[in-house]
């Protein structure tokens, strides 16, 4: 089995780009706006890192790393 990184530095675009299941994550930790509104994923997600995302839908970064850790990521930050 190969084994699932996640850049955090990387953009939410460039990582849900390569791998479409960090979309789902991110939803299940209420990214939902981001992820759902038409052409904000490719608009904001250019820009946006999940760090940042985190400060700005003031979710804590620890619960994020959380949902990508019990599907199998290893973090890189």
């Not at 089995?1 to 990387?10: A, H, L, R, V, W």
């Not at 990582?15 to 994923?41: C, H, T, W, Y």
């Amino acid at each position: 089995m190969e084994k699932k990184i996640i850049d955090f530095k990387k953009s939410v675009y460039e990582l849900n780009k390569e791998n479409p299941e960090v979309s789902e994550i991110l939803a299940s930790v209420g990214f939902d706006v981001l992820l759902q509104r038409p052409g904000m994923l490719a608009t904001a997600g250019r820009v946006m890192t999940i760090p940042k995302a985190a400060i700005k839908k003031n979710i804590t970064l620890e619960k994020i790393k959380e949902a990508f850790i019990e599907k199998g990521y290893e973090i890189i930050e």
